[in-house]
């Protein structure tokens, strides 16, 4: 069966630099959640998307910006990277019967 | 402040052993959830109880609930080394479709 998919899996950046990260969530799937999670750290939630529109925002710094798709696929978009911004960030998808079906995730590292 | 609170933060078992891991939080929900991470990996979903419910089984797993108490554990029981992993509940907050997850037991099975 088809997962999330993330890409990449893995990215380096110097401080003050731009990243965009990728999701692809599962075929039929209309919401996108975006969760952040450093080391030792629960997932923090950052935004989500329902039907290409924002349905809730969290702990999403102002330098974070995320949109999804027409093919339904999101982008995470990080500027002036921060030390602090180095963490696990994952998508899910879920076809609204609450549960969330969780991507590998993309490690990024700021250096 | 974090929805759930998990308790104990580490928990370390033999093979055959049970493990029970608590989970609290603070607000109403609809729902909790319970969700395995295997180091650096995505989070996969196990068990979904309803705020109506106060106890469900999946294989050899088995969720309370106490609402009353705002509280929740996990049983795994017969574990298997194999089940070495970081568990974490996640509620829904009274309806909003994002999770906010605990900060999760960190169970290790040795062989």
């Known amino acids: 069966a088809a997962g999330v998919i993330q890409s990449p899996r893995h990215l380096i950046k110097e401080k003050r630099e731009t990243a965009t990260l990728k999701c692809y969530p599962i075929?039929?799937?209309?919401?996108v959640y975006w969760y952040q999670q450093g080391p030792g750290q629960d997932p923090q939630f950052l935004i989500s998307f329902y039907e290409k529109m924002q349905s809730d925002k969290g702990s999403i710094p102002d330098r974070f910006s995320a949109q999804q798709f027409s093919d339904y696929h999101s982008e995470l978009n990080m500027s002036s990277l921060e030390l602090g911004d180095s963490a696990l960030y994952f998508c899910?998808?879920?076809?609204?019967?609450?549960?969330?079906?969780f991507g590998s995730g993309t490690q990024l590292s700021v250096l | 402040s974090q929805q759930g609170e998990e308790d104990p933060q580490a928990l370390s078992i033999q093979e055959g052993e049970n493990a029970t891991m608590n989970c609290s939080y603070k607000?109403?929900?609809?729902?909790l959830q319970w969700y395995r991470q295997n180091s650096g990996r995505g989070l996969v979903h196990l068990i979904l109880i309803r705020s109506n419910e106060r106890e469900k089984h999946s294989g050899r797993l088995r969720v309370t609930l106490d609402t009353s108490k705002k509280s929740s554990s996990l049983l795994i029981t017969a574990s298997r080394a194999a089940d070495t992993a970081s568990y974490f509940c996640?509620?829904?907050?009274?309806?909003?479709?994002?999770?906010?997850f605990g900060k999760g037991t960190k169970l290790t099975v040795n062989p």
């Open positions: 075929p039929r799937h209309d919401t």
């Open positions: 899910a998808s879920s076809s609204g019967d609450e549960k969330l079906f």
């Open positions: 607000t109403s929900i609809n729902n």
């Open positions: 996640a509620t829904d907050q009274g309806g909003s479709e994002k999770l906010v």
